[in-house]
């Protein structure tokens, strides 16, 4: 399933959303210019090796500072590819104006980054002997996607599904559409740690921790003098 588009309009210009997306573009658009040796180092020394912390003989052997914590921040702003970047700017862009709109410019920011380490915390704690480097704004996109479940469950989700190779689209309510993924992250996950020999390259428990902690992060940085924009203002402007 890939979203499109949902049905809700933000009210003001989402600055912040767009410069995170800015941001992670102008980022990944200097891992482009690295040689392969460069961008090895660079996801070593900014992404998240859970290894590096809890093996610290093995972190200093490589190199590896093992109290150096600021990869829990900047591993949020790589990414391993144009398709890693495009999709998850792309959910960002669908989603995050709106929660943006809900909690304002500067709480949106610090939630943002919260949900992105509080994602990275649980994708540590049970991958923590890992020695890959981890990289992408996933977990904390997740936890916007949460906030968003809480927050609009009755908006739907415009929803491209091939099926055998030709486009459907589909009007998904958020709700169902949000649960869903969810759950696809949760099976995931579970699979992979019952399958240790199965190889996956995603942070399926940073997508869980960080949709979870959204939601329960929300209630703190909701703005209480929001107004519910109903349908009638939507549709009819009045």
Excluded at 101 to 113: M, N, P, S, T
Excluded at 136 to 150: H, P, Q, R, T, V
Aim: charged share 10%; glycine share 6%.
């Amino acid at each position: 399933m890939i979203p499109l588009k949902d049905s809700i309009p933000h009210r003001e210009t989402p600055f912040v959303n767009y410069f995170i997306i800015a941001l992670n573009c102008l980022v990944f658009l200097y891992e482009t210019s690295l040689s392969p040796a460069e961008l090895e180092t660079l996801f070593h020394n900014f992404g998240l090796v859970p290894a590096r912390y809890t093996h610290p003989v093995w972190a200093m052997f490589t190199g590896l500072s093992p109290h150096n914590y600021l990869p829990f921040f900047t591993n949020i702003f790589l990414h391993g590819g144009w398709f890693h970047l495009i999709s998850n700017m792309w959910a960002l862009f669908i989603f995050g104006d709106n929660v943006e709109d809900r909690l304002g410019h500067k709480r949106y920011l610090l939630f943002y980054l919260l949900c992105g380490i509080g994602a990275n915390l649980c994708h540590f704690m049970l991958n923590a002997d890992s020695t890959l480097p981890t990289v992408g704004a996933s977990g904390a996109i997740s936890g916007i996607m949460g906030a968003y479940l809480i927050l609009f469950p009755f908006s739907r989700i415009i929803t491209l599904i091939p099926i055998f190779f030709l486009p459907y689209f589909i009007e998904i309510p958020a709700f169902f559409y949000l649960i869903a993924w969810f759950f696809m992250q949760v099976f995931s996950g579970v699979f992979s740690l019952a399958n240790p020999y199965a190889s996956s390259n995603i942070a399926f428990f940073a997508h869980i921790g960080g949709f979870i902690i959204g939601i329960v992060l929300l209630p703190l940085f909701k703005n209480k003098n929001y107004r519910t924009w109903y349908p009638d203002e939507i549709y009819f402007n009045v």
